[in-house]
């Protein structure tokens, strides 16, 4: 008798065990729907502080996942367009493309990582540890500082830190979450403001945002990238 009840205790410990990354895509609608998403098309404008000027940039951000995304940025009449497809990255210079340095891919797979939905969709590759009722940290295979994560009042991210590593520096990196909207069912923050090293490098708006959108051209077709 003792060991069945032990037996019970145990199973219903190991059931309770705490899954704060759950809870999160449980925030942004459940993991069910989270993990039904495969592609997301965003439309974005930024207000960017380059040298002394403040510059709008508008992107595009193409996103098959797990870990294929086109980004098409467009600024004082020129376009950039750079592309990752896990551990490999292009850029489109003229009418070339080049392989990015290895620097630069980093720096688009950390990008990845600050976007709720991919923290969700992507949850099983990381582990978690809730640091208080409203804080996690965050590991990322590959990458050396963990993310913070503050959570709002509804459990979604309000606010992601983390270190970067640029130039041979150490860079303080800080992401600010805001304006939360359902999107066919799952939770988009609408404003996002970023600081590196306490300084605010950009304001983005988010125009759109397409879930399940078909996606062409590199690196989404078989062959290219």
Partial sequence: MRTAVLALALAASAGAQPDPLGDLADALGGRERVDTVETVEVRSRTRARVGEEDVTVRSTLALRLPDSARWTARADGSERVTWLDGEAGRVVVGDSVRALPEAAVDALQAALWLRPLVLAARRGELSAEALGADLLRVDVPGRRDPLIIGLDEGGRPRRITT?????????YVEVVLRDYRAVDGVFVPHRVR????????????LESVRLGAALAGPPFEAGRG
């Fill in 163 to 171: 270190f970067r590593r640029q130039g041979g520096r150490r860079e």
């Fill in 194 to 205: 970023q600081a590196v090293g306490g300084a605010v490098t950009g304001e983005t708006v």
